[in-house]
Every structure is written in C-alpha cells, then in structure tokens.
C-alpha cells in the first residue's frame, strides 16, 4: 500500500519540538502538538481565578513554548499564518488524537525511562502502520524499542532534526535491526522531496554521523587554540567563510550553542565513546569548565566567548574573552598572511591549497587541524558508516561545512596529504592506503554525468544513491557547456533546454552575465526550445555590480552610465519577450537585479529559502533594471473595480522604498515579488533544476506563444505623486526619514506615478522605463548617493546619511 503523510503529532513542545511542528506546517501538513500538562497553576492564572482543570492551564506549557517559536527570530515559519495549521492540545487529555495522525514524532527530554513511557502510551492510541520515530540526538535505537509490538518495532526509526529545523538541512535517519527497510526507504524520499531535507541514513552508534565528526572538530580546536596560543578572534578569523564554514566559526557557534549544552554532550562522549582513539579529546578542557563555573554560558547569559556591551557613546562593541585570564577586552582583527594570499580566489578548492602551503601560524594551524580530522573521519568507516560521502552530506547539511572533510582531502590531493599527514604523525587508515593501491586516486570522480563515491569494500567507484536521477550542473559533462565566459556559462540540459549559471563573485549581475543572457536567449531562440536561469552557488544573485556603477558616477561618465542602464533593462526585456519560455529558479539572496530578473521572466520556480528583494534604495538610488516599471505594472494588474487604488499604490511604493526582502519564497509572494498562481515555491534544492526544465518543456508543449509588450498599464499621475509629496515631507518633520531619503522617494515617486501626468493615465512599459533609467542616473550624480554606493563597494555596509 502506497505510504502518504497528511496529518503529523509531534509530541514534546520543547526547542526541538515547537520548531519541527512549525516545518511540518511549512510543507503543508496538519500537525498536532502535545507537551506535559503543568504541576501548578502560576500567578497570572491564579488572579484570574483558573485551576488545573482549566483547559488554558493545561495547554500552557504547549501553548507558550509554540508562541515563543513563532515569535522567535529568525522565525520558523515561511508566513505567520503558517502556524494555523498546528492544533496544540496536552499529553494526558488529548493523546488519543494521534490515532488519525500518519507519523508520530516524539521530541521530548533525552531520557531514555521518559521516552519508554511516553512510547507504551503512543502505542495504546496509534493507528497501525503509522509512522513513529524519535528526534534523539543519541540514545540508542535499539535501547527505544524494548517492549514494544511487532508493528510499532518495525514502524519505527530514529529521524534526528538539527536546530533549527527549518534552516538546518540535514535529517538523519537511523533504523534499528527491527525497522522495515520500506520505511527507511519512504522516510529518504519524503525527507528530501516535501520536507527539503539531506537525509543520511546512520548507523545507531553514539551522536551518529554529523554531531560525532563535528564535536570531534571543535573539541580539536578547543585544545589547540590553547596549545597554539591563539585568540577567540584569530580561531574564528581562520575557521570561518574563508574555509567554506559559517560566518559564525566556532567560538561565536559555541556562544549559541551554549557552554552547558556543549559540556552536556561532551560528557556523552566520554561515557559511550570509550573505545574510540581519540577518546581523551571528548573531555572539556579546563578554561571551558571555568567558563561554565562563572557563568559565562553564552548567548543565553549573554557573555561567553564574546560579550556585547554599550561604551560610553552609548555604541555596541564587542569583547573577547582571554582564555589564560578569563577577562574581555576589546575584539581585535587578526591579520595572517596565508588568509591574505587567500583571499584574492573566490574558489574554495584553490583557498584550501593556498592555506595548507602557509608559512605563518596559519599555516601550521590549518595542517594541525585538517590532518587531525582526516586521520579522524577515515577511522570512522566502517564504525559510523560504510559510506564516505554520508560523512560530507552529513557535515555540510548540519553543520554547514561548504566542502566535506573527504571533499576537502580530494581538494588537497589524497596522495599528497597521506605523505604530508605521516610525517605530522597522523597517519590514517588502512582502507586510505588500499585505495591508493588499487589505483583510485580520489574519493570522488564525476563519470557519464554522475557524481561517483570510492566505495572501500568493493574498491570500485559507486554513484551516490539518490543522485541518480537528478539534474546537477556540476555533473553534466564538458560537451554539455556549449558557451561561457568569465562570468556565466551556458549549458545544454537536453530536450532543448539550456541553462544560464553565473559565477561571478556572489552572482552579481555585470557585463558578462549580461552577456551571457543575450547570448542564451539567441541560442535558445535558433537553436532550442527554452531556457532556465538557475546556479549552484549558495545564492541566486546578490544583485547589480555596484562597483562598475560607482566607477561611472565618480567619473562623471553618464551617457556610459545611461547606456549601461539601458543595456541592463533592454536584457530584462528580452527574458520578458523572447520567442521561448524562460524560467528563472532562483534560491538565497536574490537582490536587485537578480529580483528584476526573476520578476521578467515567465515563470520562476523558488527555492522556500529565496530571499527576495529590491534593495536598491540603501544605496541611494531606485531599481532601474525594470524593477520599479515591473511593479507599478503588478499594481496596475491588481486593480479591481471599486478598490481604493491608493492603498495598493502606498504598497508598492513602500516595499521599494524600505527596501523589504522577503524571509522565504512564500513571504517573497505576499511582497508580490512573485505571482501566486503563477510561480512556484519547491523545498528541495536538489530538485529545484530538474523541476525547473520540466516546466520549461511544459511550457513549450502547450504551446509557448511570445508575450505582447504592455502598453495598458495605469498609472495615477499627480493623484499618486502628491501622496508621496505629503508622506515624504511629515516623515522628514518626524526625523524618520533623512533629507537624501526624502529626494529618493520623491524621485521614485515620480516614476512610480507615471511623471508629469495630471491624472490617472495609461502608459507603456518603455514609457516608464525611461523614467525609471532617469531618475536613477540623476540620483547617480548626487554626493549622498555616492557616499552610499563607496560605503558599500569598500565596507559592504549600508551608509546612512
């Protein structure tokens, strides 16, 4: 019988709990919520005269750590009213509503004696074949089943969510000897198609896959910024985005964490992982017992490893804390040469062999630690895992890790660092040595268009399960890519289809992606049938090269800068109005341009994590690549009859003005970003290309007709202008708004009401296109627009003046 989820309980409201609750809901499914019902009634309570037996009392602790979620930040919800679809209710009235619900969830304290009857009383009130599974960080499976029924022992499986579960992507699945392979099988597919997820399949050893190599990773660095003498700051400074790692490093992610839950799970480690050869490495050090002794836990006491003050200007600073004295002081900015040398490649791969070659602290810090974690990881096959490339889904999608260790060690040369790591003393594993023996040379290798893992118990080269099937850029073969230059490329998805990808530095848009889409249209017109716009990048686009038009400006060039403008908007146009369907699949920071780009096209198919927005006001200016002409004609298609037009014109207007970026793709609609109805939100990123050339094709089977340029658009002349006039001038008085921001919105209020025009009018889109690339070089030639535009080309940070 075919297995379909439509109602979920999860049961436990804590951290974990709410947050999952809230993605179930963000896919569309009903979700119950249940949590303990309280001891006593609080003081609130009491002055309202309620006891125990009031139905508000006992769903209180559900109800309070569900609202606590909803309002926290980043939230977890894609919209607000998401959080309809969670029924929340308490385990001692209301358990038997799981008896309608498809999966179980059980989300509550890591304590093995709880969870045991927690699961009897799930098994009094479950439908058979449901679903049930455990969100535990690490207390065996198998240890969970004891007791239970055939059916609910084969039913069940670990499913390990990472916090938070909407933005951290991996979900580990760990069956127990019990588990019926058709629900492993179900739990891979679903997690990864609906729920958006990386799911690794573990085997049930402690902390399982990601937490065991990523604790290892920080509890190595824990010890050797104290061998090495190194600072908080110089740790994060070389364990961040400069290796492909989250902005955060690893004294920041600590500090979020929280101390008391590190030292938690460390001592977890000690007790179940007394056979492992690093075993005296999972015992905390003393300055973090220190720490933990005084208090310093974190954000959550708000000191840690960093603490944020108010100095005697009343402004933030932040300080660092000095492991040998246990006192803050001022953060500092670390400087090493290797990071500098670094720096000049936006290619991780080639970074990573600048760093291991450095000849500073760096240096030795990089080849300390990365060799540590090689020899680790290759120990831990077959123990954790029999397959290697689970260890980098596993680390990427929990912790964020750009490349994996084992993608890393293939980035270094495998032969290569095996000499370099003997002769640091941290030789690895035999497996490493037999590979190389058989003549295989690296962990991965791109075959006939699939990604392929070494495998060390056949020897042979395996594609990676799950990837069969899917379309990924970075697979397709080199007769695939059919043009490029610096800074796009075009590929040949088959079916006639093509792709644009760009690669610039954070996708922004500039000449050569300009380019690089004219030439993909003019393919694709002669040659093809469509054309989709998607990169595998960490963001779709970031927006316009800012840095080409601070150049004109300061120059004085404006007929240059007008004719670049025009060039920009003469492109968008054409993705509007070429003989072909073109699809944009956009996920991350799609900005500025990329925004305008994707409101061009026929259709877009966002990722749920697309941030969306036309941010160009913060730099001084108003969108000019359509952006601005793209949504006075979306408030013009919006108009009903009787509707006050000024109301959806102020909405317009201010998503522009406050440059508002959407939280996800669903809020990106609600911005009118993007056309409900129209365009798409798909959770999985792995899916999101293959999804994207299939509507592409559809569009061309039924039909595809090229699209009529709008000349009927409404506009509502002075009406409009003098509503700006008016809310530009009280919000100036106010002092919410400086005398540069007034002139902005003034300008963008000219173009969004159509210029000089007495009364409500309707104009074409050249018409506004004009005044759009007007209003934008005049602002170009103003000295705070300027200031703006410098702040961020040389800080990457928005001037206020």
Not at 390 to 406: V, Y
Not at 621 to 638: C, M, N, Y
Not at 644 to 657: D, Q
Request: net charge negative; aromatic share 8%; proline share 3%.
């Amino acid at each position: 019988m075919k297995r379909r989820i439509n109602k979920v309980a999860v049961l436990g409201s804590g951290v974990m709990g709410s947050r999952i609750a809230c993605h179930y809901a963000n896919v569309g499914l009903d979700v119950l919520l249940l949590d303990i019902v309280p001891r006593e009634i609080n003081e609130l309570e009491k002055s309202k005269g309620l006891t125990l037996e009031d139905k508000s009392v006992r769903n209180r602790i559900v109800n309070d750590a569900l609202n606590f979620a909803v309002k926290s930040n980043p939230s977890p919800l894609y919209r607000k009213a998401t959080g309809s679809k969670i029924q929340t209710g308490n385990l001692d009235d209301d358990l038997h509503l799981i008896n309608d619900c498809d999966w179980v969830i059980e989300a509550v304290i890591e304590n093995l004696k709880i969870k045991h009857q927690v699961f009897e009383n799930v098994e009094k009130h479950r439908k058979p074949g449901s679903l049930i599974t455990s969100n535990t960080s690490g207390i065996p499976i198998e240890m969970m089943i004891e007791g239970r029924s055939e059916d609910f022992q084969k039913n069940f499986c670990g499913t390990h969510f990472f916090n938070p579960p909407r933005y951290l992507k991996l979900l580990e699945l760990i069956p127990s000897t019990k588990t019926d392979s058709s629900v492993i099988d179900f739990l891979d597919d679903f997690g990864t198609r609906v729920l958006g997820k990386t799911t690794v399949i573990c085997k049930d050893t402690p902390t399982f896959i990601a937490n065991r190599i990523g604790c290892y990773s920080i509890m190595n660095l824990f010890y050797a910024v104290m061998e090495m003498g190194l600072t908080v700051e110089e740790v994060d400074a070389l364990t961040g985005p400069i290796i492909g790692r989250a902005k955060s490093a690893t004294f920041r992610t600590c500090d979020v964490v929280g101390l008391d839950t590190m030292i938690h799970v460390s001592q977890g480690m000690v007790d179940n992982l007394k056979e492992d050869e690093e075993a005296e490495l999972f015992v905390m050090p003393e300055y973090v017992i220190k720490m933990a002794e005084k208090g310093l836990l974190g954000s959550k006491t708000k000191q840690g490893f960093y603490k944020k003050i108010k100095d005697e200007n009343g402004k933030s600073q932040i300080l660092a804390l000095n492991l040998e004295t246990m006192e803050y002081a001022p953060s500092a900015k670390p400087k090493f040469d290797t990071i500098k040398l670094a720096k000049v490649t936006d290619d991780l791969e080639e970074r990573m062999r600048i760093i291991i070659k450095g000849e500073d602290v760096a240096g030795e810090f990089y080849r300390k630690i990365f060799y540590s974690i090689y020899r680790y990881i290759s120990n831990r096959i077959p123990e954790i895992t029999d397959s290697l490339y689970k260890i980098d889904d596993a680390m990427g999608a929990g912790f964020g890790w750009e490349l994996g260790p084992f993608a890393s060690w293939d980035a270094l040369g495998v032969a290569n660092t095996v000499k370099a790591m003997e002769d640091a003393g941290k030789k690895p594993a035999q497996w490493i040595y037999d590979m190389l023996d058989s003549g295989a040379e690296s962990f991965y290798k791109i075959e006939n268009g699939s990604k392929k893992y070494y495998d060390q118990n056949s020897k042979t080269y395996k594609v990676i399960p799950g990837t069969e099937n899917l379309l990924m850029l970075s697979t397709l073969k080199e007769n695939n890519v059919i043009w490029n230059n610096s800074g796009s490329t075009i590929y040949d998805l088959g079916d006639g289809i093509l792709n644009l990808e760009f690669h610039t530095k954070m996708n922004t848009i500039n000449q050569d992606v300009i380019e690089g889409l004219n030439k993909a249209i003019d393919l694709a017109e002669e040659q093809y049938e469509g054309l989709v716009i998607y990169n595998e990048g960490q963001n779709f686009s970031a927006g316009a090269d800012v840095g080409m038009i601070f150049m004109l400006a300061v120059q004085q060039d404006f007929d240059e800068l007008n004719f670049a403008v025009k060039r920009f908007q003469d492109s968008m146009m054409r993705a509007r109005y070429s003989s072909v369907p073109v699809v944009a699949a956009p996920h991350g920071m799609t900005l500025g341009g990329g925004c305008e780009l994707c409101l061009h096209v026929d259709k877009v198919i966002a990722h749920a994590e697309t941030y969306m927005g036309l941010v160009e006001f913060g730099i001084g200016v108003i969108p000019a690549g359509g952006g601005t002409k793209e949504l006075v004609l979306r408030h013009s298609d919006g108009l009903e009859e009787g509707d006050v037009r000024t109301n959806s014109f102020l909405n317009k207007f201010m998503t522009i003005g406050q440059a508002k970026v959407s939280t996800s793709g669903h809020d990106a609609i609600d911005l009118g970003y993007m056309l409900s109805g129209k365009d798409e939100i798909i959770l999985s990123r792995s899916h999101q290309l293959k999804y994207a050339k299939q509507v592409c094709l559809q569009m061309v089977n039924k039909g595809y007709v090229k699209p009529i340029e709008r000349k009927d658009i409404r506009v509502l002349g002075n009406e409009g202008l003098g509503l700006v006039h008016v809310g530009g001038e009280s919000m100036k008085s106010a002092n919410w708004i400086s005398e540069h921001d007034q002139l902005i919105s003034e300008k963008l209020g000219y173009v969004m009401s159509g210029g000089p025009l007495s009364s409500p009018s309707n104009v074409s889109e050249q018409y506004l296109l004009q005044l759009e690339r007007k209003a934008f070089v005049e602002l170009c030639g103003e000295k705070k627009t300027l200031e703006r535009i410098q702040s961020l080309v040389t800080t990457g940070k928005i001037l206020r003046n």
